[in-house]
């Protein structure tokens, strides 16, 4: 079951944000999804819901301002218990393996690359609403 909010998505490419918003949609879960376009947006929207953080965060790395990167460093030394345990998957398109390595010293919960195509970024999507927010148990 989700709840309004449940996912925020931190994502600045307008491609991106609406293959997300049509997986979601496709599942009947469009108000779980949230949506940050900035670092700077994502990091406000969790300290408004520091008491309630979302139950997933899927991270781009590569945003303007305030990186994907410094996003993650700033979720995982957050005041609140709640918001450092909150899952975080980098969802990206890099290839780097630099980003890889970067992203789970800072403790990405996984590193995904995103899909040119709709149909394998829909199936991707929903494995991963799936697994987090239906499989796995957190505290």
Do not use: C
Not at 39 to 48: L, N
Not at 69 to 74: E, G, M, P, T
């Amino acid at each position: 079951m989700t709840a309004p909010g449940d996912v925020l998505l931190v994502e600045d490419a307008d491609v991106h944000v609406e293959f997300t918003r049509l997986a979601f949609e496709s599942e009947g879960l469009a108000d779980a999804l949230a949506i940050a376009r900035d670092g700077e947006e994502a990091m406000a929207i969790i300290a408004d819901r520091a008491d309630r953080p979302p139950r997933l965060i899927l991270l781009d790395l590569k945003l303007p301002g305030m990186s994907g990167f410094d996003v993650l460093q700033a979720v995982r030394s957050h005041a609140s218990e709640q918001v450092r345990r909150t899952p975080v998957v980098v969802l990206t398109t890099s290839r780097a393996p630099s980003d890889v390595r970067r992203a789970y010293d800072l403790n990405a919960n996984s590193f995904l690359r995103k899909p040119l195509e709709l149909p394998e970024y829909f199936e991707l999507i929903g494995a991963v609403r799936a697994w987090w927010l239906e499989r796995v148990e957190l505290p």
